[in-house]
T-cell receptor, first 112, second 113 residues
Framework: GQQVMQIPQYQHVQEGEDFTTYCNSS?????IQWYKQRPGGHPVFLIQ?????EVKKQKRLTFQFGEAKKNSSLHITATQTTDVGTYFC????????????FGTGTRLKVLA | NAGVTQTPKFRILKIGQSMTLQCTQD?????MYWYRQDPGMGLKLIYY???????DKGEVPNGYNVSRSTTEDFPLRLELAAPSQTSVYFC????????????FGPGTRLTVL
């Protein structure tokens, strides 16, 4: 079945450093979403990418969708302590199903 | 709008007991989902529904049942609780189509002893 992997599993950075997490799917995706989950909280939607090679920015966050629509990345510039949490990607397969398969997540810790 | 609400917030069950996790959304969304999240792990899809009366299995459906008699409600039933079902359960909903977000509830933390 479809699998979605993320690397790294954990990342500790000093405040002000950049951070990147990568998401790789075993199958081609129709679209991919990114979520942030604060410790003890629930996932909160960040963005959705649909087109091959798409790049979207939200302030310090940059999201990319690969040309083959099998991988994606999230890059945070100049991390802040408020960026702490776990970042998940979630992919929807091209088979027309309505379900999303979540990645394994990257847990980010920002050291002040 | 309250969004997606889940009850209870916490529950401890004994092995073999049964319970229903409640999920309600007031956004008139067609699609609803149940996920489980084990400690330090990602979310696994248990069941989902594309509308009232329609449900389908996700990645890890064994040991669970669902029903969708109304647009608003999507309860998850555990029939014979096992320690392997200790997890945080999240319900989510989304409007429909292929380009929109999932809105998550606050979660139910379940422990089976």
């Amino acid at each position: 079945g479809q699998q979605v992997m993320q690397i790294p599993q954990y990342q500790h950075v000093q405040e002000g450093e950049d951070f990147t997490t990568y998401c790789n799917s075993s199958t081609t995706l129709s679209n991919i979403q990114w979520y942030k989950q604060r410790p003890g909280g629930h996932p909160v939607f960040l963005i959705q990418l649909v087109k091959s090679g798409e790049v979207k920015k939200q302030k310090r966050l940059t999201f990319q969708f690969g040309e083959a629509k099998k991988n994606s990345s999230l890059h945070i510039t100049a991390t802040q302590t408020t960026d702490v949490g776990t970042y998940f990607c979630a992919g929807q397969a091209t088979s027309g199903t309505y379900k999303y398969i979540f990645g394994t997540g990257t847990r980010l810790k920002v050291l002040a | 709008n309250a969004g997606v609400t889940q009850t209870p917030k916490f529950r401890i069950l004994k092995i073999g007991q049964s319970m229903t996790l409640q999920c309600t959304q007031d956004m008139n969304h067609n699609y609803m989902y149940w996920y489980r999240q084990d400690p330090g792990m990602g979310l696994k899809l248990i069941y989902y529904s594309v509308g009232a009366g329609i449900t389908d299995k996700g990645e890890v459906p064994n040991g669970y049942n669902v029903s969708r008699s109304t647009t608003e409600d999507f309860p998850l039933r555990l029939e014979l609780a096992a320690p392997s079902q200790t997890s945080v359960y999240f319900c989510a909903s989304r409007p429909g189509g292929s380009t929109d977000t999932q809105y998550f509830g606050p979660g139910t933390r379940l422990t089976v002893l």
